[in-house]
Nanobody
Framework: QVQLVESGGGLVQPGGSLRLSCAVS????????MGWHRQAPGKQRELVAT???????NYADTVKGRFTIARDNAKNTVYLQMNSLKPEDTAVYYC?????????WGQGTQVTVSS
């Protein structure tokens, strides 16, 4: 059974940083591309970053230069380092394989950027 468990969210002031983690089990992690998505209240879920099996990364324009996606194949974990956070980054953040599989979504982790 595939499980993706996100953690690391919280309340942070504008300009602050957070590091999200996603622990993956039930799949051959090193063989799949991964992505981080987010969903803000009243908005559709959006893809913010991806990382291939080989470590190549891609970012949405809204987070480019501020967020960094990374993976540790030994730990079956993908990370999202978020710097210079803005109130508009407030959302529930989810990881998934890339392209996303509908039946793999986890609970997500809430990120709130507010003073």
């Amino acid at each position: 059974q595939v499980q993706l468990v996100e953690s690391g969210g919280g309340l942070v002031q504008p300009g602050g940083s957070l590091r999200l983690s996603c622990a993956v089990s039930g799949i051959m992690f090193s063989r799949v591309a991964m992505g981080w998505h987010r969903q803000a209240p009243g908005k559709q879920r959006e893809l913010v970053a991806t990382i291939t099996r080989g470590g190549s990364t891609n970012y949405a324009d809204t987070v480019k230069g501020r967020f960094t996606i990374a993976r540790d194949n030994a730990k079956n974990t993908v990370y999202l380092q978020m710097n210079s956070l803005k109130p508009e980054d407030t959302a529930v953040y989810y990881c998934n394989v890339y392209p996303a599989q509908d039946n793999f979504w986890g609970q997500g982790t809430q990120v709130t950027v507010s003073s």
